[in-house]
């Protein structure tokens, strides 16, 4: 079974790191090896990231789910259910920890969840070298004032 992490990243740090996931993965295993030994980690740490939402998410689990998909056991732990699917969930105040047999179970019941609330979700293995973003950054830009694709005059 493996073992993800997510982790709720402010946005400014989603847009410059979406196509850089390798440095801010290497930056998460680095804080969770060394952050009692280097306060500087935790700082950058809380700087870059938002606490987990966890009453958002416990009540999206309740209005989106059925009450046979999901379980809480405890305030902070809970499991979501699908046909032979069971995924144990423990909430923490910075991050959500999971474990699944392969991120499709993932996929089918927890990022619909998560993708509700936000879309600067990091995800990262613990006991395997997988990574990445929940949902596509996406950037609506707009027109800059004074400035024209084409003009009919």
């Keep these: 079974m493996y073992e993800y992490t997510v982790f709720r990243m402010k946005e ?10 390798d440095i801010l993965y290497r930056f998460i295993k680095h804080y969770q090896k060394e952050c009692q030994q280097r306060p500087e980690l935790q700082m950058q740490y809380d ?10 998410f416990c009540k999206i689990v309740e209005e989106k789910l059925d009450k046979t998909m ?11 259910y699908k046909n ?5 969930l423990h909430i923490s105040e910075k991050h959500l920890k ?12 927890l990022f619909p969840i998560l993708r509700e609330i936000d879309s600067t979700f990091f ?3 613990e006991n395997t070298a997988q990574y990445g973003w929940v949902s596509p950054v996406i950037r ?3 027109p800059k004032s004074g400035q024209v694709l084409y003009s009919y005059h």
């Design 123 to 125: 995800i990262i293995g």
């Design 84 to 88: 032979s699917t069971n995924i144990p």
């Design 70 to 80: 999901f379980s809480y056991e405890t305030r902070d732990f809970l499991r979501l």
């Design 12 to 21: 400014e740090f989603s847009w410059h790191y979406f196509h850089k996931s």
């Design 98 to 109: 999971f474990r699944c047999e392969t991120i499709l179970e993932a996929e089918e019941i």
């Design 47 to 56: 700087y870059s990231t938002y606490p987990f939402p966890g009453t958002q």
């Design 140 to 142: 609506i830009r707009e």
